[in-house]
């Protein structure tokens, strides 16, 4: 049997050491290395899947916290790591069930071997599916808690500036250099004018954090 491999992962070791360690299914001829080939990539597809699911409850749990932290781009990273791994498990499915089709060219008692990695194969290719889903799922909660905290923004924002815009509207009225204003010559004039902005400020101030805007 020849096989033929991209990268530095070999599982030919793995392939070796199952078949020694279960010397019944080397009848089976070169069905058996076949068997002992699929079933090696399909459990290191399945723990892989494991691995994106964990990365996959890591990134809700940072989406879904109390913290305004932005993971968009760990959310596009993960999301493209689990299309190349769709890409690499679905074609396998169909070729897969041919093997344990009834015109399969290798001793009926083999099939229930490769049923068995044909089910694996089944289950890791639903896992990929919902991953690729939930990361969708995730991604618009998070771009929909980005533009929550933009409006959470824009309200401070808002607030301050009308907070800001008393005292700047009555100062900005007696900084005119006018000679004949109210209470210009009076000696409390300047203290009730402060007064005046401090106690307008402090209760817009009182208002917007009251409504949540602060």
Known sequence: MLTVRHGPVDPTA???RRLAADPTTVAFGPA???HAVLDVVVDAYSDAAGKVRQDLTELERCVFSSARDDVTEQIYSLKREVLEFRDAVQPLVPVVQGFIAPSAPWPQEAVPYFRDVADHL???DTEVRSLDELLNSVLNAHLA???????EDMRRISAWAAILAIPTMVAGVYG???EHMPELNWSYGYPVAVGMMATAAGCLYRAFR???WL
């Open 176 to 178: 005119m250099n006018f």
């Open 122 to 124: 089944h289950r890791t």
């Open 145 to 151: 808690r980005v533009g929550t905290w933009q409006n």
């Open 32 to 34: 058996s290395v076949l």
């Open 14 to 16: 793995d392939v070796a």
């Open 210 to 212: 009251r409504n949540g």
